[in-house]
């Protein structure tokens, strides 16, 4: 008799990279997976629309930091790992009201901490050695980095240095503590800036190329030149399934695209390739949109990520190059105007409303 593999439990996948996690899990591997999302406006299960009759995937609307909900999960479906992408993630919204970001990325780490430490300490000893929690944050608990400094390494000092930054660099910290503490197998992984399809248009290069469609204004921060390092999504999500697979407990991995653009570099990139796609339209060329607006309380300069330690201990790489993936992600919201309709209704009106009325105000 041959039993079925147990699943993993994801949480926050029916957002961006959690959706594109989903989907890249079923069509690459044969286990299946329990995935916990709170259905925040940032999650949206038009997102795992091609697996929802696969019987692979079980979505359950949920919080990470319900330990009653939580512990029914664990104990039915018996997972062999949790995979943490569950977050409030825009830096803006964080400036804006930090109170979401402290709950969830604080205490509802903590929470699902607890809950999975409860669980994982009962585990007979071969699901317990076996078992893994894997933490999805950000290179941004690093802080900024001047012109000439070298790129982050896992051991860099965390300089968090905004409310989203800070409240990840807290969650991160208490996953480091659950494993020195109670031996809980954790990995944590701080990736850089991603893109590609599925991301809410509240994040720079999908609120460009969508705002550039549209022939509205392309609001670029200061003076454009923050510094980035761009990772297509897909590369994300294969880079935290070698760190699921082969990572060792207690270590941090970092992981980023090796392409480090100034953001007025990326918003140009996304006009030509607006113009290419689109010889037709009226707003060619697109370049003529951009306006410079007010910029961001607390800005970080620039993120640049040093990936030596996932490339030579895990033999990860990214596979999609920024052109590549700009592209693709360009064609991506072209294709899909009735998700592009979806997500800028409601809610999303009244956040582009807080966030670039004002800044128009104060310049
Ligand atoms: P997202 O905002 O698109 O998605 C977050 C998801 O989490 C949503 O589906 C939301 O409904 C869900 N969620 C929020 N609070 C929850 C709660 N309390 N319980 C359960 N679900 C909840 O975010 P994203 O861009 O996909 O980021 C995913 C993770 O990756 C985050 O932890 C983020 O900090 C990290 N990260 C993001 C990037 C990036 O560039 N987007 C880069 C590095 C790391
Ligand atoms: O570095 C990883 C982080 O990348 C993740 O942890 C965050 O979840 C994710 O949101 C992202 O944070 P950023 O703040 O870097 O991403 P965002 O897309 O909001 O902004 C990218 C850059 O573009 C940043 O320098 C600010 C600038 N920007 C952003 C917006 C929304 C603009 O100039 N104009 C805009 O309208």
């Known amino acids: 008799m041959t039993s079925s593999p147990s699943p993993i439990l994801v949480t926050g996948g029916a957002g961006f990279i959690g959706a594109n996690f989903v989907l890249q899990w079923i069509a690459e591997t044969g286990t299946p997976l329990v995935n916990l999302d709170k259905l925040t406006y940032a999650g949206n299960l038009a997102n795992l629309a091609s697996v929802a009759g696969d019987a692979r995937h079980v979505f359950v609307q949920g919080d990470i930091g319900d330990a009653a909900l939580v512990a029914k999960l664990l104990a039915e479906h018996r997972p062999c790992a949790v995979v943490n992408f569950a977050a409030e993630s825009h830096v803006d919204r964080s400036i804006h009201g930090a109170g979401e970001f402290i709950q969830t990325n604080v205490l509802g780490t903590f929470r699902l901490l607890e809950s999975v430490r409860h669980y994982w300490q009962a585990l007979p000893a071969g699901e317990k050695d076996a078992f893994r929690f894997l933490h999805v944050s950000t290179d941004e608990v690093y802080g900024s980095l001047g012109p000439a400094d070298p790129a982050f390494t896992e051991r860099h000092n965390y300089r968090p240095n905004s409310p989203y930054s800070a409240s990840k660099a807290g969650s991160d910290h208490l996953v480091r503590a659950w494993h020195h503490t109670y031996g809980l197998p954790v990995l944590t992984t701080n990736c850089s800036n991603n893109y590609g399809p599925f991301q809410f248009p509240e994040k720079l290069i999908p609120l460009v190329i969508l705002n550039a469609m549209q022939g509205k204004p392309l609001p670029v921060y200061g003076d454009g030149q923050n510094v980035r390092d761009w990772l297509f999504v897909t590369d994300h999500c294969a880079a935290i399934r070698t760190v699921l697979a082969r990572g060792s407990p207690g270590e941090v991995y970092n992981?980023?695209?090796?392409?480090?653009?100034?953001?007025?570099?990326?918003?140009?990139?996304?006009?030509?390739?607006?113009d290419e796609f689109l010889p037709g339209s009226a707003h060619r060329p697109h370049e003529r949109l951009?306006?410079?607006?007010?910029?961001?309380?607390?800005?970080?300069?620039?993120?640049?990520?040093?990936?030596?330690?996932?490339?030579?201990?895990?033999?990860?790489?990214?596979?999609?190059?920024?052109?590549?993936?700009?592209?693709?992600?360009?064609?991506?919201?072209?294709?899909?105007?009735?998700?592009?309709?979806?997500?800028?209704?409601?809610?999303?009106?009244?956040?582009?409303?807080?966030?670039?009325?004002?800044?128009?105000?104060?310049?």
């Open 255 to 274: 992981i980023g695209g090796d392409c480090e653009r100034a953001n007025l570099d990326v918003v140009r990139a996304i006009c030509r390739a607006l």
């Open 290 to 363: 951009i306006a410079f607006v007010p910029d961001r309380p607390g800005h970080d300069r620039r993120y640049a990520i040093d990936t030596s330690k996932v490339k030579r201990e895990l033999g990860w790489q990214p596979a999609v190059t920024f052109e590549q993936g700009l592209k693709q992600t360009v064609r991506w919201y072209l294709d899909h105007e009735q998700w592009v309709r979806g997500v800028q209704s409601g809610e999303y009106r009244n956040w582009i409303a807080a966030n670039y009325t004002q800044r128009q105000k104060a310049s």
